[in-house]
């Protein structure tokens, strides 16, 4: 009896071990691609490949609306944020001059981060429904924000070779993100141009419409035969000319993230 005891507390030890070893293998994993991804936005932030975007910057900063009259703008490239080990990703458009061109973070500040980060919490990938500020605790979880472009465009719209020079940020993102299965492109362009990136990373990709409320799988045949697959689902920008005149509803954008749980809880 004591003999078979002692193996039971020998099997127990060596199964500890190897869960402690597993655990640490884990944290040593996820301590490298929190600092790939750290290195990754360190390069965004230092960016200025773009000479129209970095004049802008300046001129938002030395003309500060009342409201924010005194202000310290951030008025630099916007690095992305989030959960490194997100199974989503929330692709915008590009920062606002007064959000988070402002304050530093993407949709941060500005009423379409308001719609975004209030459904991100309502369904449980945000740690409080609003965020005003970078310091402000804000955190999300399984989910990753990125941008089509990372500097706020004079009239919200940035140049096509502007787009070009922000996508190696984007592919990047694309390759360190191994876990995401839902991408979320904010609006047409964002969508346009989150399927000519996965495209250029081997997706094969016909010709997709968009509309509001798309479900997209997408598969690529990776290295050694593993096939990756992510799912496309569409929505309207939440910006304020779309909420305001009724194009996007609360309904209509809560119901993306309704979907969103749906594939997450179905395996991806």
Same mark, same amino acid.
């Given at each position: 009896?004591?003999?078979?005891?002692?193996?039971?507390?020998?099997?127990?030890?060596?199964?500890?071990?190897?869960?402690?070893?597993?655990? $640490?293998? !884990?944290?040593? /994993?996820? !301590?490298?691609?929190?600092?790939?991804?750290?290195?990754?936005?360190?390069?965004?932030?230092?960016? !200025?490949?773009?000479?129209?975007?970095?004049?802008?910057?300046?001129?938002? /900063?030395?003309?500060?609306?009342?409201?924010?009259?005194?202000?310290?703008?951030?008025?630099?490239?916007?690095?992305?944020?989030?959960?490194? =080990?997100?199974?989503?990703?929330?692709?915008? $458009?590009?920062?606002?001059?007064?959000?988070?061109?402002?304050?530093?973070?993407?949709?941060?500040?500005?009423?379409?981060?308001?719609?975004?980060?209030?459904?991100?919490?309502?369904?449980g990938f945000a740690n409080q429904p =609003?965020?005003?500020?970078?310091?402000?605790?804000?955190?999300?979880?399984?989910?990753?924000?990125?941008?089509?472009?990372?500097?706020?465009?004079?009239? =919200?719209?940035?140049?096509?070779?502007?787009?070009?020079?922000?996508?190696?940020?984007?592919?990047?993102?694309?390759?360190?993100?191994?876990?995401?299965?839902?991408?979320?492109?904010?609006?047409?362009?964002?969508?346009?141009?989150?399927?000519?990136?996965?495209?250029?990373?081997?997706?094969?990709?016909?010709?997709?419409?968009?509309?509001?409320?798309?479900?997209?799988?997408?598969?690529?045949?990776?290295?050694?035969?593993? $096939?990756?697959?992510?799912?496309?689902?569409?929505?309207?920008?939440?910006?304020?000319? =779309?909420?305001?005149?009724?194009?996007?509803?609360?309904?209509?954008?809560?119901?993306?993230?309704k979907k969103v749980r749906g594939k997450?809880?179905?395996?991806g």
């Amino acid at each position: 009896m004591e003999e078979g005891c002692g193996y039971i507390d020998l099997g127990l030890q060596i199964s500890g071990l190897i869960f402690s070893i597993f655990l $640490l293998l !884990n944290e040593m /994993s996820m !301590n490298d691609l929190t600092r790939k991804l750290g290195e990754l936005q360190e390069k965004v932030i230092q960016c !200025n490949q773009c000479p129209r975007l970095v004049t802008y910057l300046q001129e938002i /900063s030395s003309h500060q609306p009342r409201r924010y009259r005194g202000e310290v703008y951030w008025s630099k490239p916007l690095p992305s944020f989030g959960d490194p =080990n997100a199974r989503v990703l929330i692709v915008g $458009l590009a920062p606002a001059a007064q959000g988070g061109n402002r304050t530093g973070r993407m949709f941060t500040g500005d009423r379409s981060g308001e719609w975004l980060f209030n459904a991100l919490y309502r369904f449980g990938f945000a740690n409080q429904p =609003n965020s005003l500020r970078k310091d402000d605790g804000f955190k999300l979880s399984d989910c990753y924000i990125t941008a089509t472009i990372r500097c706020a465009p004079p009239q =919200n719209k940035p140049l096509p070779e502007e787009i070009e020079n922000c996508r190696t940020y984007f592919l990047k993102e694309l390759d360190l993100l191994e876990k995401v299965k839902v991408i979320i492109p904010l609006g047409q362009i964002a969508f346009m141009q989150t399927l000519k990136s996965l495209r250029l990373k081997g997706f094969d990709i016909p010709s997709l419409p968009f509309s509001h409320g798309k479900l997209y799988p997408l598969s690529l045949r990776a290295q050694h035969s593993e $096939l990756r697959t992510v799912t496309l689902i569409t929505t309207y920008h939440p910006s304020q000319q =779309n909420t305001q005149t009724g194009r996007l509803t609360r309904a209509m954008f809560h119901q993306i993230f309704k979907k969103v749980r749906g594939k997450l809880e179905d395996g991806g």
